[in-house]
């Protein structure tokens, strides 16, 4: 079953700028899926789509196979948002805001109780629970709208850019509350700049481009397609000219360090090797750019 | 979709937030009104003597609660729910399947309760200058309620199509202030030109007023029928307006 359907979806704002020109979309039950583009692509017009936030010129949108303009409170129950930008009352306390949310659903008072607990705890924020929202970090406020996000069980969750501006040890932590609530069985949808995010977490992906969708397929095949691979290699002694390597593309970076772009076939020994025989030695390697990112500039491009 | 508790939540946290204001909310009123018994009611009032046979400082109680009713309703719901548009956590509600007659009425309740809890406030100040012998009390209650849930309607639409907060305040400054106060609040139409009476006539709070008067005092410049006739006419139709903008998703979506 698809968690989201998508039919030529199209959106025009009021200024004439078309954001959306028909695009197609399935994500199945269960997945964790990546809706990828650069700023102004049309990621947010669909995220605000799908949760009611903007209004669509024309196309459907369909949530566990209820129309979101025909069954709109079906479908509605079965989202979930956490949205870009903090968008809580930052007077109430993190508890009041989760609590409200749940009632917002029309969950009991016992029910709501529970379950702000449970998402509260999930998040790690039980003992922030008191402390009025304005006085939390970055990275709790981002957890509060998770929290919040979870607290009606939705089926499908939207995380539009959660890790947005966190630290990297608290967006890895955000990362394995990500996927625990997917193993749980919550359907996901990222949107996300860190493309490092998008290919650790999810399995699927689309590429969203002036507001047309220019990929779509899963995250092996589409990292398959990968024919180069691009390193940075920290040398020994410094170069004055970058050298000739059969089948590569070298470019000093700094005298003593050396770009380059080594064809998918050519393992790391062959390019060893072809180091080796040129006397360069080779302290340290990195990856240039993620593979994901290079796909993606590669495609918007 | 359980729409009682979804209306419950949002009346609570809107209760909740102008009474842990009071300060803001609720003493400002009590004070403003004692000024106005004082140097209106009792200084200059013993020299007007009196209006339709009763004394001015008893004339001018009634139009004073609803005053402060008028305002303080407004000002609830347009700040709150400017507010919560401002800091765009009017997605919460856009979010979850609540429906738009739930959101409206869920302000609407918190408009409703401030502004009657301002006039219980400002009564309660009154009794110290005059007696209040409410011979029609059912029927003020009903003006007060219905004058709550109009003025609360108004601030809400207000929010809705505001732009930054001092579009929150044009209306109050410039429509409802000056309204009020020609409303017959401080004196009898009967004491103006024609031409001053017959403008007059064709401001809502007038009426209100001055029903609101008779429940009181028993003194009325107006039919008391055609004044709730015409305020529930505005109720009906601010209402049906309120539902189309939310609907439309006018200032709240894009």
Same mark, same amino acid.
């Given at each position: ?15 004439? &700028? ?12 269960? !997945?964790? &899926?990546? /809706? ?27 949530? &566990?196979?209820? !129309? ?19 968008? &809580? @009352? ?12 749940? =009632? ?36 709790? %406020?981002?957890?509060?709208? +998770? ?7 939705? %089926? ?10 966190? !630290? ?16 749980? =069985? ?14 650790? /977490? ?44 059969? =089948? ?9 360090? /050396? ?27 990195? @990856? ?10 590669? +495609?918007?491009? | ?41 009792? #200084? ?11 004394? *001015? ?8 609660? #609803?005053?402060? $009713?008028?305002?303080?309703? *407004?000002?609830? $719901? ?110 009898? $139409? ?31 410049? $107006? ?32």
């Amino acid at each position: 079953m698809n968690a989201l359907s998508l039919r030529n979806l199209r959106k025009t704002y009021n200024n004439g &700028f078309e954001a959306l020109k028909g695009i197609d979309l399935d994500v199945k039950a269960g !997945d964790f &899926f990546a /809706l990828l583009g650069a700023n102004g692509a049309g990621k947010s017009t669909t995220i605000g789509i799908i949760s009611s936030l903007v209004n669509e010129t024309s196309g459907t949108v369909s949530v &566990f196979g209820h !129309d979101l303009r025909k069954e709109n409170q079906q479908a509605k129950r079965c989202i979930g948002l956490v949205p870009q930008e903090v968008n &809580f @009352n930052q007077f109430e306390t993190v508890r009041n805001i989760v609590l409200n949310q749940a =009632g917002y659903y029309g969950m009991s008072s016992k029910e709501a109780k529970i379950s702000t607990e449970h998402c509260l705890k999930q998040m790690q924020l039980w003992d922030k629970r008191d402390t009025v929202s304005r006085r939390l970090s970055g990275g709790m %406020k981002r957890r509060v709208m +998770i929290a919040r996000a979870l607290v009606h069980s939705p %089926k499908l969750l939207i995380l539009d850019e959660p890790t947005a501006g966190v !630290d990297i040890e608290i967006r890895r932590l955000m990362w394995e509350m990500i996927r625990e609530v997917n193993q749980n =069985g919550t359907t996901i949808i990222l949107t996300t700049h860190y493309l490092e995010e998008a290919e650790n /977490l999810c399995r699927n992906i689309a590429i969203i481009h002036q507001g047309l969708i220019v990929e779509n397929s899963d995250m092996a095949t589409l990292l398959g397609r990968i024919h180069v691979n691009h390193f940075l290699l920290d040398l020994a002694n410094p170069l004055q000219v970058a050298p000739q390597l059969e =089948g590569c593309v070298c470019e000093l970076v700094e005298e003593k360090v /050396l770009s380059v772009s080594v064809p998918k076939q050519t393992s790391l020994n062959q390019l060893f090797e072809k180091l080796s025989a040129l006397n360069i030695e080779v302290v340290s390697l990195k @990856n240039k750019s993620n593979r994901l990112e290079q796909l993606f500039m590669d +495609i918007v491009q | 979709m359980n729409s009682a508790i979804a209306l419950r939540t949002i009346a609570f946290k809107e209760i909740r937030r102008f009474v842990r204001i009071w300060p803001q909310t609720l003493l400002p009123p009590a004070i403003t009104t004692a000024l106005y018994f004082l140097i209106f009611g009792k #200084l200059i009032g013993s020299r007007v003597g009196t209006i339709h046979g009763i004394s *001015y400082m008893e004339y001018i109680v009634p139009g004073i609660i #609803l005053m402060s $009713v008028i305002s303080h309703s *407004y000002a609830n $719901v347009v700040s709150s729910f400017y507010s919560t548009k401002f800091q765009h956590n009017i997605e919460e509600l856009l979010v979850s399947p609540v429906p738009n007659w739930v959101i409206l009425l869920g302000y609407i309740m918190g408009g409703i309760a401030r502004g009657l809890l301002v006039g219980l406030v400002v009564t309660l100040i009154s009794l110290l200058f005059a007696k209040i012998a409410a011979p029609h009390l059912a029927l003020a209650l009903l003006v007060a309620f219905l004058t709550a849930t109009l003025f609360s309607l108004a601030g809400f639409i207000n929010a809705v199509f505001a732009d930054s907060f001092d579009d929150i305040s044009i209306i109050p400054n410039f429509v409802l202030t000056p309204l009020s106060y020609l409303g017959g609040v401080f004196y009898t $139409v009967e004491m103006l030109p024609d031409i001053w009476q017959s403008i007059s006539l064709a401001n809502p709070i007038l009426y209100m007023v001055n029903t609101f008067r008779y429940g009181l005092c028993n003194v009325s410049d $107006v039919d008391t029928v055609l004044a709730l006739i015409i305020t529930s006419g505005f109720i009906v139709v601010l209402t049906l307006f309120s539902l189309l903008l939310l609907h439309k998703g006018v200032g709240i979506k894009n």
